[in-house]
Protein backbone atom coordinates (compact mmCIF):
# COMPACT_ATOMS: atom_id res chain seq x y z
CA UNK A 1 0.00 0.00 0.00
CA UNK A 2 1.45 3.38 -1.03
CA UNK A 3 1.07 6.68 -0.01
CA UNK A 4 0.68 7.96 -3.44
CA UNK A 5 -2.11 9.79 -3.98
CA UNK A 6 -3.73 9.19 -0.63
CA UNK A 7 -5.32 12.44 1.38
CA UNK A 8 -4.10 12.68 4.87
CA UNK A 9 -5.96 14.43 7.84
CA UNK A 10 -5.33 15.44 11.37
CA UNK A 11 -7.44 15.97 14.44
CA UNK A 12 -5.39 18.07 16.51
CA UNK A 13 -3.29 20.99 15.11
CA UNK A 14 -0.67 21.23 18.01
CA UNK A 15 2.74 20.74 18.64
CA UNK A 16 3.01 16.99 17.90
CA UNK A 17 1.21 17.42 14.57
CA UNK A 18 2.75 20.34 13.76
CA UNK A 19 6.39 18.45 13.88
CA UNK A 20 4.63 15.45 11.61
CA UNK A 21 3.46 18.24 8.92
CA UNK A 22 7.06 19.85 8.76
CA UNK A 23 8.67 16.55 8.26
CA UNK A 24 5.95 15.18 5.40
CA UNK A 25 5.41 18.19 3.66
CA UNK A 26 9.14 19.16 3.89
CA UNK A 27 10.13 15.57 2.32
CA UNK A 28 7.52 16.05 -0.38
CA UNK A 29 5.82 13.03 0.86
CA UNK A 30 2.10 14.53 0.12
CA UNK A 31 1.32 17.78 -1.09
CA UNK A 32 -0.29 20.23 1.05
CA UNK A 33 -3.54 20.37 -1.28
CA UNK A 34 -3.94 16.67 -0.18
CA UNK A 35 -3.70 17.42 3.90
CA UNK A 36 -6.24 18.45 6.25
CA UNK A 37 -6.14 19.68 9.51
CA UNK A 38 -8.73 20.08 12.04
CA UNK A 39 -8.25 22.48 15.90
CA UNK A 40 -10.50 24.17 17.87
CA UNK A 41 -8.48 27.07 18.31
CA UNK A 42 -8.88 29.68 15.62
CA UNK A 43 -5.29 30.67 16.10
CA UNK A 44 -3.76 27.38 15.53
CA UNK A 45 -5.86 27.19 12.84
CA UNK A 46 -4.82 30.08 11.25
CA UNK A 47 -1.05 29.13 11.56
CA UNK A 48 -1.20 26.08 10.09
CA UNK A 49 -3.22 27.15 6.94
CA UNK A 50 -0.48 30.03 7.07
CA UNK A 51 2.87 27.86 7.30
CA UNK A 52 1.66 24.48 5.36
CA UNK A 53 -0.60 25.96 3.61
CA UNK A 54 -3.19 22.83 4.28
CA UNK A 55 -6.89 22.47 4.42
CA UNK A 56 -7.82 23.74 8.29
CA UNK A 57 -11.44 23.53 9.63
CA UNK A 58 -13.37 23.58 12.82
CA UNK A 59 -15.48 20.42 11.79
CA UNK A 60 -13.33 16.84 13.18
CA UNK A 61 -16.18 15.22 10.65
CA UNK A 62 -14.64 17.20 7.78
CA UNK A 63 -11.52 15.79 8.13
CA UNK A 64 -12.85 12.43 8.43
CA UNK A 65 -14.85 13.23 5.09
CA UNK A 66 -11.68 14.10 3.40
CA UNK A 67 -8.99 11.85 4.60
CA UNK A 68 -7.74 8.25 3.72
CA UNK A 69 -5.25 8.55 6.76
CA UNK A 70 -6.46 10.29 9.88
CA UNK A 71 -4.24 10.90 12.45
CA UNK A 72 -5.60 11.69 15.94
CA UNK A 73 -3.48 14.15 17.39
CA UNK A 74 -5.16 15.28 20.39
CA UNK A 75 -4.05 14.82 23.84
CA UNK A 76 -5.07 11.67 25.36
CA UNK A 77 -7.90 13.26 28.08
CA UNK A 78 -9.61 14.55 24.63
CA UNK A 79 -9.70 11.46 22.99
CA UNK A 80 -12.92 9.71 24.53
CA UNK A 81 -14.77 13.19 23.42
CA UNK A 82 -13.34 13.24 19.58
CA UNK A 83 -14.04 9.57 19.53
CA UNK A 84 -17.69 9.60 20.55
CA UNK A 85 -18.30 12.81 18.41
CA UNK A 86 -16.69 11.43 15.04
CA UNK A 87 -16.09 7.23 15.75
CA UNK A 88 -18.97 6.30 13.71
CA UNK A 89 -17.98 8.27 10.88
CA UNK A 90 -15.34 6.31 9.91
CA UNK A 91 -15.19 3.63 7.20
CA UNK A 92 -13.04 0.45 6.99
CA UNK A 93 -11.11 2.00 3.80
CA UNK A 94 -9.73 4.26 6.00
CA UNK A 95 -6.80 4.20 7.90
CA UNK A 96 -6.76 5.82 11.76
CA UNK A 97 -3.09 6.09 13.67
CA UNK A 98 -3.49 7.40 16.76
CA UNK A 99 -0.40 9.31 18.42
CA UNK A 100 -1.67 9.41 21.64
CA UNK A 101 0.10 8.17 24.55
CA UNK A 102 -1.42 5.44 26.63
CA UNK A 103 -4.41 5.16 24.56
CA UNK A 104 -4.85 1.51 22.75
CA UNK A 105 -6.04 0.37 19.66
CA UNK A 106 -9.12 -1.42 21.83
CA UNK A 107 -9.74 1.79 23.63
CA UNK A 108 -10.48 4.13 19.90
CA UNK A 109 -12.25 0.43 18.35
CA UNK A 110 -14.97 0.84 20.54
CA UNK A 111 -15.52 3.65 19.43
CA UNK A 112 -15.54 2.64 15.43
CA UNK A 113 -18.36 1.41 13.79
CA UNK A 114 -16.91 -1.69 12.06
CA UNK A 115 -13.72 -3.14 11.16
CA UNK A 116 -11.54 0.25 11.08
CA UNK A 117 -7.97 -0.64 11.16
CA UNK A 118 -6.65 1.20 13.65
CA UNK A 119 -2.49 1.87 14.06
CA UNK A 120 -1.05 3.01 17.45
CA UNK A 121 2.05 5.02 17.20
CA UNK A 122 4.39 6.72 19.05
CA UNK A 123 6.18 9.71 17.34
CA UNK A 124 8.48 12.39 18.90
CA UNK A 125 9.30 16.08 18.02
CA UNK A 126 12.64 15.62 16.24
CA UNK A 127 9.97 14.67 13.61
CA UNK A 128 9.83 18.36 12.53
CA UNK A 129 13.60 17.76 11.11
CA UNK A 130 13.17 14.40 9.81
CA UNK A 131 14.83 12.81 12.22
CA UNK A 132 12.26 11.75 14.37
CA UNK A 133 12.19 8.02 16.09
CA UNK A 134 8.69 6.58 15.75
CA UNK A 135 7.37 2.72 17.37
CA UNK A 136 4.20 1.55 15.87
CA UNK A 137 1.97 -1.33 16.57
CA UNK A 138 -1.53 -2.54 14.98
CA UNK A 139 -5.06 -2.81 15.87
CA UNK A 140 -7.43 -5.93 15.51
CA UNK A 141 -8.07 -4.92 12.25
CA UNK A 142 -4.93 -3.55 10.85
CA UNK A 143 -3.68 -5.49 8.66
CA UNK A 144 0.26 -6.07 7.59
CA UNK A 145 -0.20 -3.40 4.55
CA UNK A 146 -1.64 -0.64 7.16
CA UNK A 147 1.47 -1.03 9.34
CA UNK A 148 3.63 -0.89 5.97
CA UNK A 149 1.63 2.61 5.22
CA UNK A 150 2.30 3.55 8.86
CA UNK A 151 6.20 2.73 8.87
CA UNK A 152 6.29 4.62 5.42
CA UNK A 153 4.07 7.73 6.58
CA UNK A 154 6.91 7.72 9.76
CA UNK A 155 10.05 6.72 8.09
CA UNK A 156 9.83 9.88 5.94
CA UNK A 157 10.35 12.07 9.37
CA UNK A 158 12.83 9.76 10.94
CA UNK A 159 12.93 6.28 11.62
CA UNK A 160 10.14 3.68 12.44
CA UNK A 161 10.18 0.61 13.83
CA UNK A 162 7.26 -2.06 14.68
CA UNK A 163 6.68 -3.05 18.08
CA UNK A 164 4.11 -5.23 19.92
CA UNK A 165 1.39 -2.88 21.34
CA UNK A 166 2.54 -4.06 24.38
CA UNK A 167 5.76 -2.55 24.85
CA UNK A 168 4.02 0.73 23.41
CA UNK A 169 4.54 2.15 27.00
CA UNK A 170 8.22 1.84 27.29
CA UNK A 171 8.51 3.32 23.87
CA UNK A 172 6.53 6.09 25.43
CA UNK A 173 8.46 6.50 28.23
CA UNK A 174 12.46 6.07 26.58
CA UNK A 175 11.38 7.94 22.71
CA UNK A 176 8.29 9.86 23.21
CA UNK A 177 9.41 11.43 26.30
CA UNK A 178 13.09 11.20 25.32
CA UNK A 179 13.73 14.49 23.51
CA UNK A 180 12.73 16.19 26.83
CA UNK A 181 15.40 14.24 28.71
CA UNK A 182 18.53 14.84 26.02
CA UNK A 183 17.32 18.61 26.17
CA UNK A 184 17.99 18.65 29.62
CA UNK A 185 21.36 16.91 29.65
CA UNK A 186 22.05 19.48 27.17
CA UNK A 187 21.15 22.54 28.83
CA UNK A 188 23.00 20.75 32.05
CA UNK A 189 26.17 20.24 30.33
CA UNK A 190 26.18 24.03 28.71
CA UNK A 191 25.38 25.31 32.28
CA UNK A 192 28.27 22.91 33.20
CA UNK A 193 30.45 24.85 30.48
CA UNK A 194 29.55 28.27 31.86
CA UNK A 195 30.73 27.43 35.55
CA UNK A 196 33.64 26.53 34.14
CA UNK A 197 33.80 29.76 32.42
CA UNK A 198 32.51 29.02 28.62
CA UNK A 199 30.71 32.14 27.26
CA UNK A 200 27.19 30.94 26.68
CA UNK A 201 26.74 30.24 23.04
CA UNK A 202 29.83 28.61 22.86
CA UNK A 203 28.69 26.35 25.69
CA UNK A 204 25.61 25.36 24.22
CA UNK A 205 26.96 24.68 20.62
CA UNK A 206 29.82 22.42 21.77
CA UNK A 207 27.09 20.58 24.42
CA UNK A 208 24.37 20.23 21.79
CA UNK A 209 27.17 19.14 18.65
CA UNK A 210 28.37 16.77 21.10
CA UNK A 211 25.70 15.30 21.64
CA UNK A 212 25.08 15.33 17.85
CA UNK A 213 27.63 13.91 16.92
CA UNK A 214 27.74 10.85 19.46
CA UNK A 215 24.39 9.58 18.24
CA UNK A 216 25.64 9.58 15.34
CA UNK A 217 28.80 7.36 16.17
CA UNK A 218 26.40 4.97 17.78
CA UNK A 219 24.46 5.37 14.34
CA UNK A 220 27.20 5.04 11.81
CA UNK A 221 29.85 2.87 13.28
CA UNK A 222 27.56 0.40 14.93
CA UNK A 223 29.95 0.26 17.44
CA UNK A 224 28.18 -0.13 21.00
CA UNK A 225 27.96 2.96 23.34
CA UNK A 226 30.19 1.06 25.65
CA UNK A 227 33.05 0.63 23.24
CA UNK A 228 32.90 4.23 21.78
CA UNK A 229 32.75 5.23 25.65
CA UNK A 230 36.21 3.51 25.74
CA UNK A 231 37.79 5.32 23.11
CA UNK A 232 37.19 8.72 24.28
CA UNK A 233 38.76 7.54 28.07
CA UNK A 234 42.24 7.69 28.24
CA UNK A 235 43.62 5.47 31.31
CA UNK A 236 44.17 8.19 34.31
CA UNK A 237 43.10 10.78 31.69
CA UNK A 238 40.52 13.80 31.94
CA UNK A 239 37.51 11.51 30.96
CA UNK A 240 37.86 8.63 33.56
CA UNK A 241 37.32 11.70 36.50
CA UNK A 242 34.25 12.94 34.43
CA UNK A 243 32.27 9.64 33.89
CA UNK A 244 33.24 8.45 38.02
CA UNK A 245 31.31 11.87 39.07
CA UNK A 246 28.54 10.79 36.62
CA UNK A 247 28.39 7.42 38.27
CA UNK A 248 28.79 8.95 41.63
CA UNK A 249 25.59 11.13 40.81
CA UNK A 250 23.87 8.02 39.87
CA UNK A 251 23.22 8.75 36.24
CA UNK A 252 22.43 5.50 35.20
CA UNK A 253 19.71 4.85 37.54
CA UNK A 254 18.80 8.40 36.68
CA UNK A 255 17.84 7.11 33.07
CA UNK A 256 16.30 3.83 34.56
CA UNK A 257 14.03 5.84 36.73
CA UNK A 258 12.63 8.46 34.71
CA UNK A 259 11.76 6.08 31.55
CA UNK A 260 10.32 3.95 34.36
CA UNK A 261 7.74 6.76 35.49
CA UNK A 262 7.47 7.87 32.52
CA UNK A 263 5.87 4.62 30.58
CA UNK A 264 4.44 4.04 34.19
CA UNK A 265 2.68 7.22 33.39
CA UNK A 266 2.02 6.44 29.62
CA UNK A 267 0.27 2.89 31.57
CA UNK A 268 -2.05 4.87 33.52
CA UNK A 269 -3.34 7.30 30.63
CA UNK A 270 -5.43 4.42 29.23
CA UNK A 271 -6.80 3.89 32.71
CA UNK A 272 -7.62 7.19 32.86
CA UNK A 273 -9.58 7.57 29.13
CA UNK A 274 -12.74 6.32 29.86
N1 LIG B 1 4.41 16.55 22.17
C1 LIG B 1 5.09 15.42 22.01
O1 LIG B 1 6.33 15.38 22.11
C2 LIG B 1 4.36 14.16 21.69
C3 LIG B 1 2.99 14.07 21.80
N2 LIG B 1 2.36 12.89 21.52
C4 LIG B 1 0.91 12.79 21.63
O2 LIG B 1 0.37 13.62 20.63
C5 LIG B 1 -0.89 14.11 21.07
C6 LIG B 1 -0.92 15.61 20.86
O3 LIG B 1 0.09 16.16 21.68
P1 LIG B 1 0.61 17.64 21.43
O4 LIG B 1 0.65 17.91 19.98
O5 LIG B 1 1.81 17.80 22.27
O6 LIG B 1 -0.61 18.45 22.10
P2 LIG B 1 -1.16 19.91 21.76
O7 LIG B 1 -2.01 20.32 22.91
O8 LIG B 1 -0.03 20.77 21.31
O9 LIG B 1 -2.10 19.65 20.48
C7 LIG B 1 -3.41 19.20 20.53
C8 LIG B 1 -4.26 20.19 19.73
O10 LIG B 1 -5.58 19.68 19.65
C9 LIG B 1 -6.48 20.76 19.90
N3 LIG B 1 -7.76 20.21 20.35
C10 LIG B 1 -8.24 20.09 21.62
N4 LIG B 1 -9.48 19.56 21.61
C11 LIG B 1 -9.78 19.32 20.31
C12 LIG B 1 -10.91 18.78 19.66
N5 LIG B 1 -11.98 18.37 20.34
N6 LIG B 1 -10.89 18.69 18.30
C13 LIG B 1 -9.81 19.12 17.59
N7 LIG B 1 -8.71 19.64 18.16
C14 LIG B 1 -8.69 19.74 19.49
C15 LIG B 1 -5.77 21.57 20.94
O11 LIG B 1 -6.33 22.86 21.06
P3 LIG B 1 -6.21 23.59 22.53
O12 LIG B 1 -4.75 23.72 22.81
O13 LIG B 1 -6.92 24.90 22.31
O14 LIG B 1 -6.89 22.68 23.51
C16 LIG B 1 -4.35 21.57 20.39
O15 LIG B 1 -4.16 22.58 19.42
C17 LIG B 1 -1.06 13.71 22.53
O16 LIG B 1 -1.98 12.67 22.62
C18 LIG B 1 0.32 13.26 22.95
O17 LIG B 1 0.26 12.19 23.87
C19 LIG B 1 3.03 11.80 21.07
C20 LIG B 1 4.38 11.84 20.93
C21 LIG B 1 5.19 13.00 21.29
O1 LIG C 1 4.41 14.20 27.64
C1 LIG C 1 3.56 13.59 26.99
O2 LIG C 1 2.55 13.10 27.56
C2 LIG C 1 3.73 13.40 25.51
C3 LIG C 1 3.74 11.95 25.12
C4 LIG C 1 5.16 11.64 24.74
C5 LIG C 1 5.80 12.95 24.70
N1 LIG C 1 5.01 13.90 25.09
Redesign the pocket.
Same mark, same amino acid.
Given at each position: MSLNGKKLGF +? @? @?? $? #??EALLTGITGAGLLPAQQIMA /?? +? /?EQ?RAYLKEKFAIGVTTD?STVINHADIVIL $????F?MS??LAETGSRFSSGQIVIS +?? $?GISTTYIEKYLAGQVPVVRA #????PALLSAGATAVCCGRWALDRHQQLALSLFSAVGRAVPVPEKLMDAVTGLS?SGPAYMYIIAEALADAGVRMGLPRDVALILASQTMLGSARMIQETGRSPAVLKDMVTTPGGTTIEGLFALEESGIRAAMYRAVERASRRSAELSGEAK
Open positions: +I @G @GG $A #MA /SD +I /SRN $AVKPVEV +IA $A #MPNTG
